[in-house]
């Protein structure tokens, strides 16, 4: 009775087969372990002689040409990643050069409107240092107002600006005020047929009417009141003024003389005058809106006193 509780059966325990095949692994996990350290052990000498460098060099010739197989084969697939990664660097670069380039020549085209402009107003204060003005620039231009040859700049009855005002640029007499509101005025150009402005010569002081002709270009005529007077090519023209500066100061530069014909049936001659303003590229003006800054003037004595 006593045996048959205390001891398993024989036959019980080669059907489960558990504790043997346990131990047999463990043994054979414990000889690979030390085959393992023997292996490192007598590795680690690093000596020609070593016993470990046939095993070596055995799996170097078994694994060397799979190794360097499975290189060449991966070699095409990172060309072509790479090839792609250069391609995407390129279009990147491309575009930031593409920006760059816009970006220089937007600032180019505005730094030359900004240098032009300032050395209209530059060229402005020489023409008429003596007279307080007010700068405004061109925004319009054409027949939409009343008369052809018009341009609308962006100073008005606010800015001080008033009808029968003279304007002019950096090179010369443009034309006077005809009509203002708040914030614009509208200029007659001298070159307009119903424009007629005060001529004087410079080389004789004498007196003339310029008149417009309605040209694109601004061309205009020239008469002396004096018929017996003839101008000569290459005279040039300023304003005479008008009684109280209005319409026009004395002064400013209105053109040269170009030709020189003789009258039709009467005396005296007519000149061509090439205006020196560009009626096609006019911008920046300015508008005369004070009287010159000048000391009082001086008296002449005369020879009795």
């Known amino acids: 009775m006593l045996k048959d509780l205390g001891t398993p059966a024989k036959g019980l325990l080669r059907a489960t087969g558990m504790p043997r095949q346990v131990r047999r692994r463990r043994t054979v996990l414990v000889l690979v372990i030390l085959a393992c350290f023997t292996l490192i052990v007598l590795d680690a000498r690093r000596s020609a002689g070593s016993p470990v460098e046939p095993l070596r060099e055995a799996a170097a010739g078994v694994f060397g040409p799979l190794e360097s197989t499975a290189s060449s084969a991966r070699q095409p697939v990172d060309n072509l990643r790479d090839r792609f990664a250069e391609m995407d660097r390129l279009k990147a670069e491309n575009e930031k050069l593409k920006q760059d380039n816009e970006n220089l020549t937007q600032e180019l085209n505005t730094s030359d409107y900004a240098r032009n402009r300032a050395q209209e107003l530059d060229?402005?204060?020489k023409v008429a240092p003596a007279y307080t003005m007010t700068p405004a620039r061109v925004i319009g231009i054409g027949g939409a107002q009343t008369f052809s040859h018009t341009v609308t700049i962006d100073a008005g009855t606010a800015d001080g600006v008033h009808t029968d005002m003279?304007?002019?640029?950096?090179?010369?007499?443009?034309?006077?005020?005809?009509?203002?509101?708040?914030?614009?005025?509208?200029?007659?150009?001298?070159?307009?047929?119903?424009?007629?402005?005060?001529?004087?010569?410079?080389?004789s002081m004498a007196l003339g009417f310029v008149s417009g002709r309605g040209d694109v270009d601004g061309t205009l005529d020239y008469k002396l009141v004096d018929p017996k007077a003839r101008p000569k090519v290459g005279d040039r023209i300023v304003t005479w003024g008008s009684s109280g500066n209005a319409p026009y100061v004395p002064g400013v530069p209105i053109g040269v003389v170009t030709s020189v014909t003789?009258?039709?049936?009467?005396?005296?001659?007519?000149?061509?005058?090439?205006?020196?303003?560009?009626?096609?590229?006019?911008?920046?003006?300015?508008?005369?809106?004070?009287?010159?800054?000048?000391?009082?003037?001086?008296?002449?004595?005369?020879?009795?006193?």
């Open 123 to 125: 060229k402005l204060l």
């Open 166 to 203: 003279t304007v002019l640029n950096g090179t010369g007499l443009v034309g006077r005020v005809v009509r203002t509101t708040t914030g614009t005025a509208t200029v007659l150009l001298i070159g307009d047929r119903n424009s007629t402005v005060g001529g004087r010569l410079n080389s």
């Open 262 to 305: 003789p009258n039709e049936g009467s005396l005296g001659s007519t000149a061509t005058i090439k205006p020196y303003v560009d009626p096609t590229r006019i911008d920046t003006v300015g508008v005369v809106t004070g009287p010159p800054a000048r000391p009082p003037r001086a008296q002449l004595p005369g020879k009795g006193n």
